[in-house]
Protein backbone atom coordinates (compact mmCIF):
# COMPACT_ATOMS: atom_id res chain seq x y z
CA UNK A 1 0.00 0.00 0.00
CA UNK A 2 1.36 3.49 -0.96
CA UNK A 3 2.26 6.23 1.38
CA UNK A 4 0.34 9.43 1.39
CA UNK A 5 3.36 11.06 0.42
CA UNK A 6 4.19 8.72 -2.59
CA UNK A 7 0.82 8.71 -3.67
CA UNK A 8 0.54 12.28 -4.14
CA UNK A 9 4.13 12.56 -5.65
CA UNK A 10 2.60 9.93 -8.22
CA UNK A 11 -0.42 11.86 -9.16
CA UNK A 12 1.27 15.78 -9.57
CA UNK A 13 3.88 13.48 -11.64
CA UNK A 14 0.82 12.81 -14.15
CA UNK A 15 -0.47 16.24 -14.16
CA UNK A 16 0.04 18.21 -17.12
CA UNK A 17 1.68 21.81 -17.64
CA UNK A 18 -0.81 24.28 -17.06
CA UNK A 19 -2.16 26.04 -20.02
CA UNK A 20 -2.49 29.74 -19.90
CA UNK A 21 -4.99 31.87 -21.10
CA UNK A 22 -5.65 35.89 -20.31
CA UNK A 23 -8.17 36.87 -17.70
CA UNK A 24 -9.65 40.03 -16.81
CA UNK A 25 -9.41 41.06 -12.96
CA UNK A 26 -13.10 41.19 -12.27
CA UNK A 27 -12.94 37.59 -13.04
CA UNK A 28 -9.94 36.22 -11.68
CA UNK A 29 -10.86 36.23 -8.39
CA UNK A 30 -8.94 32.57 -6.80
CA UNK A 31 -7.18 32.17 -10.34
CA UNK A 32 -3.96 31.10 -10.69
CA UNK A 33 -1.29 33.28 -11.98
CA UNK A 34 0.85 32.12 -14.07
CA UNK A 35 3.81 34.47 -15.65
CA UNK A 36 5.06 36.87 -13.25
CA UNK A 37 3.44 40.79 -13.08
CA UNK A 38 6.14 44.01 -12.95
CA UNK A 39 4.78 47.30 -12.10
CA UNK A 40 4.85 49.32 -14.69
CA UNK A 41 4.26 52.93 -12.80
CA UNK A 42 5.42 53.80 -9.28
CA UNK A 43 2.53 53.44 -6.82
CA UNK A 44 2.15 56.47 -5.64
CA UNK A 45 2.95 57.38 -9.08
CA UNK A 46 3.27 61.16 -7.87
CA UNK A 47 4.19 62.94 -4.23
CA UNK A 48 0.49 63.47 -2.86
CA UNK A 49 -1.35 64.65 0.25
CA UNK A 50 -2.17 61.98 3.24
CA UNK A 51 -4.53 64.66 4.84
CA UNK A 52 -7.00 67.60 3.74
CA UNK A 53 -4.87 70.94 4.05
CA UNK A 54 -1.83 73.18 2.69
CA UNK A 55 1.17 72.20 1.23
CA UNK A 56 3.84 74.45 2.08
CA UNK A 57 7.89 74.80 2.04
CA UNK A 58 8.88 73.36 5.54
CA UNK A 59 11.53 75.93 6.05
CA UNK A 60 8.44 79.06 6.17
CA UNK A 61 6.95 77.25 8.85
CA UNK A 62 9.65 76.45 11.46
CA UNK A 63 9.17 78.88 13.81
CA UNK A 64 4.95 78.33 13.73
CA UNK A 65 3.09 78.02 17.16
CA UNK A 66 -0.90 78.40 18.10
CA UNK A 67 0.00 81.71 19.53
CA UNK A 68 2.59 82.98 16.85
CA UNK A 69 0.95 81.69 13.53
CA UNK A 70 3.06 82.16 9.86
CA UNK A 71 0.68 83.95 7.57
CA UNK A 72 1.39 82.61 4.10
CA UNK A 73 -0.06 83.64 0.88
CA UNK A 74 -2.95 81.03 -0.26
CA UNK A 75 -1.54 80.68 -4.15
CA UNK A 76 -4.09 78.29 -5.28
CA UNK A 77 -6.35 74.90 -4.56
CA UNK A 78 -5.66 71.58 -6.12
CA UNK A 79 -8.23 68.88 -6.12
CA UNK A 80 -7.52 65.37 -6.22
CA UNK A 81 -7.27 65.12 -9.95
CA UNK A 82 -5.61 68.54 -10.36
CA UNK A 83 -2.09 69.40 -10.69
CA UNK A 84 -1.13 72.69 -9.29
CA UNK A 85 0.38 74.83 -12.59
CA UNK A 86 3.37 76.35 -10.72
CA UNK A 87 5.52 75.88 -7.83
CA UNK A 88 5.27 77.15 -4.50
CA UNK A 89 6.69 80.34 -3.88
CA UNK A 90 8.66 81.38 -0.29
CA UNK A 91 6.15 82.72 2.02
CA UNK A 92 3.44 80.56 -0.16
CA UNK A 93 0.60 77.64 0.05
CA UNK A 94 -1.55 75.81 -1.66
CA UNK A 95 -5.06 74.33 -0.36
CA UNK A 96 -4.68 70.78 -1.00
CA UNK A 97 -7.22 67.41 -0.12
CA UNK A 98 -5.96 63.55 0.21
CA UNK A 99 -4.43 62.41 -3.12
CA UNK A 100 -3.61 65.74 -4.77
CA UNK A 101 -0.64 66.18 -6.10
CA UNK A 102 2.27 67.71 -4.08
CA UNK A 103 2.88 71.16 -5.88
CA UNK A 104 6.43 71.43 -7.07
CA UNK A 105 8.75 73.22 -4.48
CA UNK A 106 5.88 72.17 -1.85
CA UNK A 107 7.63 69.42 0.60
CA UNK A 108 5.48 69.11 3.56
CA UNK A 109 1.48 69.71 3.73
CA UNK A 110 -0.17 70.82 7.04
CA UNK A 111 -2.94 69.36 8.05
CA UNK A 112 -6.45 71.81 8.51
CA UNK A 113 -6.92 71.03 11.69
CA UNK A 114 -3.44 72.87 11.98
CA UNK A 115 -4.49 76.04 10.37
CA UNK A 116 -6.65 79.03 10.71
CA UNK A 117 -7.89 81.19 8.36
CA UNK A 118 -8.20 84.83 9.18
CA UNK A 119 -11.40 86.43 8.15
CA UNK A 120 -10.19 89.66 7.21
CA UNK A 121 -7.31 88.23 5.51
CA UNK A 122 -9.01 85.05 2.99
CA UNK A 123 -5.82 85.33 0.76
CA UNK A 124 -3.80 83.79 3.58
CA UNK A 125 -3.65 81.21 5.82
CA UNK A 126 -2.33 81.00 9.45
CA UNK A 127 -0.10 77.62 10.41
CA UNK A 128 -0.38 77.12 13.73
CA UNK A 129 2.49 74.50 13.84
CA UNK A 130 5.54 73.29 12.23
CA UNK A 131 5.86 70.75 9.33
CA UNK A 132 9.28 68.58 8.88
CA UNK A 133 10.01 67.93 5.17
CA UNK A 134 8.00 64.63 4.26
CA UNK A 135 4.92 65.33 6.61
CA UNK A 136 1.39 64.54 5.89
CA UNK A 137 3.29 63.35 1.91
CA UNK A 138 2.78 60.01 0.64
CA UNK A 139 6.09 59.74 -1.43
CA UNK A 140 6.16 58.33 -5.16
CA UNK A 141 6.86 54.82 -5.04
CA UNK A 142 6.81 54.34 -1.42
CA UNK A 143 3.97 51.61 -2.01
CA UNK A 144 5.41 49.73 -4.91
CA UNK A 145 8.75 50.98 -7.39
CA UNK A 146 7.89 50.89 -10.92
CA UNK A 147 9.74 47.21 -12.39
CA UNK A 148 8.88 45.82 -8.70
CA UNK A 149 7.15 42.42 -8.82
CA UNK A 150 3.05 42.49 -7.71
CA UNK A 151 2.48 38.71 -8.43
CA UNK A 152 4.79 36.00 -9.17
CA UNK A 153 4.03 33.01 -10.86
CA UNK A 154 2.30 30.55 -8.98
CA UNK A 155 0.26 32.70 -6.54
CA UNK A 156 -3.67 32.63 -6.30
CA UNK A 157 -5.03 36.09 -6.65
CA UNK A 158 -6.43 36.90 -3.72
CA UNK A 159 -8.25 40.64 -3.29
CA UNK A 160 -5.61 41.97 -2.00
CA UNK A 161 -3.49 40.46 -4.97
CA UNK A 162 -6.04 41.57 -7.27
CA UNK A 163 -5.86 45.29 -5.81
CA UNK A 164 -2.43 45.67 -6.62
CA UNK A 165 -2.93 44.55 -9.65
CA UNK A 166 -5.45 47.25 -10.02
CA UNK A 167 -3.88 49.96 -9.26
CA UNK A 168 -0.82 49.37 -11.48
CA UNK A 169 -3.15 49.82 -14.22
CA UNK A 170 -3.10 45.78 -14.87
CA UNK A 171 -6.45 45.02 -16.84
CA UNK A 172 -5.48 41.48 -17.47
CA UNK A 173 -3.93 38.90 -15.99
CA UNK A 174 -2.56 35.66 -17.88
CA UNK A 175 -3.69 32.73 -15.81
CA UNK A 176 -3.61 29.27 -15.80
CA UNK A 177 -6.40 27.51 -17.04
CA UNK A 178 -9.49 25.80 -15.18
CA UNK A 179 -9.75 22.26 -15.38
CA UNK A 180 -13.35 20.67 -15.66
CA UNK A 181 -14.18 18.16 -13.27
CA UNK A 182 -16.62 15.53 -14.05
CA UNK A 183 -18.45 14.31 -10.91
CA UNK A 184 -19.70 11.01 -10.68
CA UNK A 185 -21.35 9.20 -7.85
CA UNK A 186 -21.73 5.45 -7.91
CA UNK A 187 -24.11 3.41 -6.04
CA UNK A 188 -27.39 1.57 -6.37
CA UNK A 189 -28.53 2.72 -2.73
CA UNK A 190 -28.23 6.35 -4.03
CA UNK A 191 -30.90 9.18 -3.90
CA UNK A 192 -31.26 12.56 -5.29
CA UNK A 193 -31.95 14.99 -2.41
CA UNK A 194 -35.51 16.07 -2.25
CA UNK A 195 -36.69 13.02 -3.89
CA UNK A 196 -38.82 10.28 -1.43
CA UNK A 197 -36.40 7.81 -0.11
CA UNK A 198 -36.86 4.05 -0.69
CA UNK A 199 -36.26 1.34 1.85
CA UNK A 200 -33.17 0.67 2.13
CA UNK A 201 -31.44 3.95 -0.01
CA UNK A 202 -29.44 7.00 1.36
CA UNK A 203 -29.62 10.30 -0.44
CA UNK A 204 -26.20 10.85 -1.79
CA UNK A 205 -24.61 13.92 -0.08
CA UNK A 206 -20.95 13.34 -1.87
CA UNK A 207 -21.55 15.54 -5.40
CA UNK A 208 -22.78 18.13 -3.29
CA UNK A 209 -19.18 18.43 -1.50
CA UNK A 210 -17.63 17.57 -4.43
CA UNK A 211 -18.78 20.00 -6.81
CA UNK A 212 -18.04 22.90 -3.60
CA UNK A 213 -14.32 21.58 -3.22
CA UNK A 214 -13.73 21.56 -6.81
CA UNK A 215 -14.89 25.31 -7.32
CA UNK A 216 -12.36 25.83 -3.98
CA UNK A 217 -9.75 24.35 -5.66
CA UNK A 218 -10.10 26.72 -8.88
CA UNK A 219 -11.89 24.55 -10.83
CA UNK A 220 -15.03 24.12 -12.71
CA UNK A 221 -17.59 21.33 -11.47
CA UNK A 222 -19.46 19.46 -14.00
CA UNK A 223 -22.17 17.22 -11.91
CA UNK A 224 -23.02 13.88 -13.94
CA UNK A 225 -26.62 12.11 -12.51
CA UNK A 226 -26.36 9.05 -10.37
CA UNK A 227 -25.23 5.68 -11.37
CA UNK A 228 -26.06 2.35 -10.46
CA UNK A 229 -23.66 0.17 -9.58
CA UNK A 230 -23.32 -2.01 -13.23
CA UNK A 231 -20.39 -2.65 -15.07
CA UNK A 232 -22.23 -1.34 -18.10
CA UNK A 233 -23.32 1.77 -16.85
CA UNK A 234 -20.46 3.02 -14.61
CA UNK A 235 -18.58 2.36 -18.07
CA UNK A 236 -20.72 4.43 -19.81
CA UNK A 237 -21.16 7.78 -17.67
CA UNK A 238 -17.28 7.67 -17.33
CA UNK A 239 -16.82 7.55 -20.98
CA UNK A 240 -18.84 10.45 -21.08
CA UNK A 241 -17.19 12.17 -18.69
CA UNK A 242 -13.56 11.79 -20.33
CA UNK A 243 -14.69 12.89 -23.18
CA UNK A 244 -15.69 15.92 -21.74
CA UNK A 245 -13.85 16.60 -18.92
CA UNK A 246 -10.22 17.03 -18.02
CA UNK A 247 -10.54 15.22 -14.97
CA UNK A 248 -12.95 12.57 -13.69
CA UNK A 249 -13.46 12.06 -9.58
CA UNK A 250 -16.20 9.63 -8.81
CA UNK A 251 -17.30 8.21 -5.80
CA UNK A 252 -18.29 4.79 -4.49
CA UNK A 253 -17.16 1.49 -5.87
CA UNK A 254 -13.23 1.27 -5.43
CA UNK A 255 -13.29 -1.48 -2.41
CA UNK A 256 -13.09 -5.12 -2.89
CA UNK A 257 -17.12 -6.18 -2.87
CA UNK A 258 -18.12 -7.66 -6.10
CA UNK A 259 -20.64 -4.39 -6.50
CA UNK A 260 -17.56 -2.33 -7.11
CA UNK A 261 -16.75 -1.99 -10.60
CA UNK A 262 -14.88 1.50 -10.74
CA UNK A 263 -11.59 -0.18 -11.94
CA UNK A 264 -13.21 -2.47 -14.05
CA UNK A 265 -15.46 0.16 -16.08
CA UNK A 266 -11.99 2.32 -16.30
CA UNK A 267 -10.24 -0.31 -17.74
CA UNK A 268 -13.40 -1.48 -20.05
CA UNK A 269 -12.93 2.10 -21.63
CA UNK A 270 -9.72 1.72 -21.90
CA UNK A 271 -7.97 3.93 -19.14
CA UNK A 272 -5.77 2.41 -16.70
CA UNK A 273 -5.16 2.04 -12.82
CA UNK A 274 -1.90 4.17 -11.83
CA UNK A 275 -2.54 2.91 -8.20
CA UNK A 276 -4.81 1.94 -5.41
CA UNK A 277 -5.00 2.07 -2.01
CA UNK A 278 -3.43 5.07 0.23
CA UNK A 279 -2.27 3.99 3.62
CA UNK A 280 -4.30 6.29 5.62
CA UNK A 281 -7.64 6.78 7.43
CA UNK A 282 -10.47 7.53 6.23
CA UNK A 283 -9.76 6.92 2.30
CA UNK A 284 -7.72 4.03 1.73
CA UNK A 285 -9.34 2.49 -1.05
CA UNK A 286 -8.15 4.77 -3.30
CA UNK A 287 -8.19 4.80 -7.16
CA UNK A 288 -6.16 7.14 -9.57
CA UNK A 289 -6.03 6.36 -13.38
CA UNK A 290 -5.68 7.79 -16.53
CA UNK A 291 -7.96 7.63 -19.56
CA UNK A 292 -6.56 9.51 -23.01
CA UNK A 293 -4.63 12.18 -21.14
CA UNK A 294 -7.49 12.58 -18.59
CA UNK A 295 -7.04 11.83 -14.93
CA UNK A 296 -9.21 9.77 -12.73
CA UNK A 297 -9.71 9.72 -9.03
CA UNK A 298 -11.90 7.00 -7.95
CA UNK A 299 -12.76 8.14 -4.06
CA UNK A 300 -14.15 5.60 -1.77
CA UNK A 301 -18.40 6.48 -1.28
CA UNK A 302 -18.40 7.02 2.36
CA UNK A 303 -18.67 10.94 3.41
CA UNK A 304 -15.88 11.75 5.41
CA UNK A 305 -13.57 9.35 3.30
CA UNK A 306 -14.49 11.19 -0.01
CA UNK A 307 -13.72 14.30 1.55
CA UNK A 308 -10.65 13.85 2.72
CA UNK A 309 -8.88 11.82 0.41
CA UNK A 310 -10.37 14.23 -1.87
CA UNK A 311 -8.24 16.85 -0.06
CA UNK A 312 -5.10 15.50 0.53
CA UNK A 313 -5.35 13.93 -2.99
CA UNK A 314 -7.18 15.26 -5.51
CA UNK A 315 -6.98 19.01 -4.60
CA UNK A 316 -3.34 19.67 -4.72
CA UNK A 317 -3.64 18.20 -8.09
CA UNK A 318 -6.31 20.63 -9.43
CA UNK A 319 -4.48 23.24 -8.26
CA UNK A 320 -1.26 22.01 -9.68
CA UNK A 321 -2.85 21.91 -13.31
CA UNK A 322 -3.76 25.93 -13.05
CA UNK A 323 0.00 26.08 -12.27
CA UNK A 324 -0.28 26.78 -8.38
CA UNK A 325 3.24 26.87 -6.40
CA UNK A 326 1.25 26.29 -2.96
CA UNK A 327 -0.20 23.08 -2.82
CA UNK A 328 -0.94 21.94 0.83
CA UNK A 329 -3.73 22.95 2.80
CA UNK A 330 -3.05 25.84 5.00
CA UNK A 331 -1.87 24.40 8.35
CA UNK A 332 -1.25 26.23 11.85
CA UNK A 333 -0.30 24.71 15.06
CA UNK A 334 -3.06 24.52 17.84
CA UNK A 335 -2.72 22.66 21.31
CA UNK A 336 -4.38 19.81 22.05
CA UNK A 337 -7.79 20.08 24.84
CA UNK A 338 -8.45 16.39 25.28
CA UNK A 339 -6.23 13.41 23.78
CA UNK A 340 -6.17 11.88 20.09
CA UNK A 341 -6.37 8.54 20.23
CA UNK A 342 -5.44 6.54 17.00
CA UNK A 343 -5.54 2.27 17.87
CA UNK A 344 -5.50 1.36 14.25
CA UNK A 345 -2.22 0.76 11.52
CA UNK A 346 -2.96 3.66 9.53
CA UNK A 347 -1.98 7.25 9.93
CA UNK A 348 -5.83 8.78 10.84
CA UNK A 349 -6.81 11.75 9.50
CA UNK A 350 -8.89 12.87 12.51
CA UNK A 351 -11.85 15.88 12.35
CA UNK A 352 -11.33 17.77 14.94
CA UNK A 353 -12.52 21.85 16.31
CA UNK A 354 -10.08 24.28 16.99
CA UNK A 355 -11.46 27.36 18.96
CA UNK A 356 -10.43 30.95 18.57
CA UNK A 357 -7.85 30.04 21.31
CA UNK A 358 -6.22 27.48 18.98
CA UNK A 359 -7.47 24.72 21.42
CA UNK A 360 -8.17 21.65 19.63
CA UNK A 361 -10.99 19.46 20.34
CA UNK A 362 -12.41 16.59 18.48
CA UNK A 363 -14.88 16.72 16.39
CA UNK A 364 -17.19 13.66 17.50
CA UNK A 365 -17.31 10.37 15.70
CA UNK A 366 -14.37 9.61 13.61
CA UNK A 367 -16.44 6.60 11.70
CA UNK A 368 -16.01 7.41 7.76
CA UNK A 369 -19.68 7.34 7.45
CA UNK A 370 -20.04 10.10 9.87
CA UNK A 371 -21.53 13.40 8.60
CA UNK A 372 -22.10 15.25 12.09
CA UNK A 373 -18.49 15.32 12.95
CA UNK A 374 -17.69 16.81 9.18
CA UNK A 375 -19.93 19.23 9.80
CA UNK A 376 -18.79 20.48 13.58
CA UNK A 377 -15.00 20.60 11.90
CA UNK A 378 -12.84 22.79 10.99
CA UNK A 379 -9.46 21.13 10.27
CA UNK A 380 -7.93 17.57 11.10
CA UNK A 381 -5.02 16.75 12.83
CA UNK A 382 -2.36 13.70 11.45
CA UNK A 383 -2.39 10.98 13.82
CA UNK A 384 0.20 8.41 13.30
CA UNK A 385 -0.91 4.62 13.55
CA UNK A 386 -0.69 3.03 16.98
CA UNK A 387 -0.22 6.87 18.44
CA UNK A 388 -2.61 8.69 21.31
CA UNK A 389 -1.67 12.23 21.57
CA UNK A 390 -1.59 13.58 24.87
CA UNK A 391 -3.29 16.69 25.78
CA UNK A 392 -1.60 19.88 25.78
CA UNK A 393 0.48 18.29 23.04
CA UNK A 394 0.88 20.96 20.10
CA UNK A 395 0.36 19.60 16.82
CA UNK A 396 -0.38 21.26 13.29
CA UNK A 397 -4.31 21.50 12.28
CA UNK A 398 -4.78 21.00 8.23
CA UNK A 399 -7.75 23.68 8.21
CA UNK A 400 -10.13 22.82 5.76
CA UNK A 401 -13.25 25.48 4.82
CA UNK A 402 -16.11 25.38 6.83
P1 LIG B 1 -18.59 2.17 -1.34
O1 LIG B 1 -17.35 2.98 -1.43
O2 LIG B 1 -19.36 2.16 -2.64
O3 LIG B 1 -18.32 0.79 -0.82
O4 LIG B 1 -19.52 2.88 -0.29
C1 LIG B 1 -19.15 2.98 1.05
C2 LIG B 1 -20.25 3.59 1.88
O5 LIG B 1 -20.46 4.91 1.42
C3 LIG B 1 -21.58 2.89 1.73
O6 LIG B 1 -22.23 2.89 2.99
C4 LIG B 1 -22.33 3.73 0.74
O7 LIG B 1 -23.73 3.64 0.88
C5 LIG B 1 -21.83 5.12 1.09
N1 LIG B 1 -21.89 6.01 -0.07
C6 LIG B 1 -21.46 5.71 -1.31
N2 LIG B 1 -21.66 6.74 -2.12
C7 LIG B 1 -22.22 7.72 -1.38
C8 LIG B 1 -22.67 9.03 -1.69
N3 LIG B 1 -22.57 9.53 -2.92
N4 LIG B 1 -23.21 9.75 -0.69
C9 LIG B 1 -23.30 9.25 0.54
N5 LIG B 1 -22.89 8.02 0.88
C10 LIG B 1 -22.37 7.25 -0.07
MG1 LIG C 1 -20.98 1.08 -3.23
Redo the contacts with the bound molecule.
Sequence with gaps: MLELEEALARVLAAVPAPKSESACLSKAAGRVVVQQVCSPIDLPGFDNSAMDGYAVRAADVVSATPSTPVRLRLAGKVAAGEVFAGAVKPGGCVRLFTGSPLPAAADAVVMQEDTRIDSNAPGEVLILTPASPGANVRSRGEDVRHGAILVEAGEVLTIGRLGLLAAAGCARVQVGRQPVVGLV???S??TEPGQSLAPGR?Y????TMLAVLTQHAGAVAKTYRLVADSLAGISRVLAKAVEHCDVVVT?????V?ET?YLQRALERIGGEVEFWKVAMKPGR?FVFGRCRGRLLFGL????ASARIAFLLLVRPALLRWQGASSLALPTHPGVLAEPLANQGERRHFMRVNVDAQGKIHSAGIQAS?VLSSMAAANGLVDVPAHTTLAAGTVVPVLRWET
Design positions: ATGELIDSNRSGGVSGDPPGNPH
